[in-house]
């Protein structure tokens, strides 16, 4: 694939099209689950790309572009997410730097993972967070050894022999 071909418009249509297939990234509808929607939705972004001087394009080829893009676009979102997670002011807060981050923000919600629930009772998680405090342990003797209370570590009491 020669990457000088896929100019911004080409890829601006290309994300368009992906746009229009909610069967191909929107992965908790039904449109997703059904193979033949997806398989024409495919065909359609393979034609695409074969009007626009790509000849060799087929399945590989679509998925691998929007593997890439998708890629790009989760490493930007990782970044502007981190740096608002951060405490940082809005002023210091990252831009992206992708040129089509605005044009993949359709896919958001798709990279970032849902909330997750506790299946736990509240009194068994608070059991989980309370720690017992460790009493501490009287030293013991044994033949010229002395065991420490806190790292058990072995300290001798006369020298060797």
Do not use: H
């Not at 059991?127 to 342990?137: A, G, I, N, Q, S």
Request: proline share 5%; glycine share 4%.
């Amino acid at each position: 694939m020669d990457v000088r071909l896929w100019s911004k418009e080409m890829v601006t249509e290309f994300i368009d099209m992906y746009r229009s297939f909610p069967c191909l990234w929107k992965c908790k509808t039904e449109e997703y689950k059904n193979k033949n929607l997806r398989d024409n939705a495919l065909s359609a972004m393979i034609d695409l790309c074969k009007a626009r001087g790509f000849p060799e394009a087929n399945r590989d080829f679509v998925a691998k572009k929007i593997q890439s893009l998708r890629g790009s676009f989760r490493k930007e979102l990782k970044k502007v997410l981190d740096s608002e997670r951060s405490g940082r002011g809005t002023e210091e807060i990252y831009t992206p730097s992708l040129w089509y981050f605005d044009l993949l923000m359709f896919t958001k919600e798709q990279e970032v993972p849902a909330a997750s629930i506790s299946n736990l009772d509240n009194d068994e998680a608070q059991e989980d967070e309370t720690v017992e405090e460790e009493k501490p342990r009287t030293p013991t003797k044994t033949v010229g050894l002395t065991i420490t209370p806190r790292s058990g570590d072995c300290v001798q009491d006369s020298p060797l022999l």
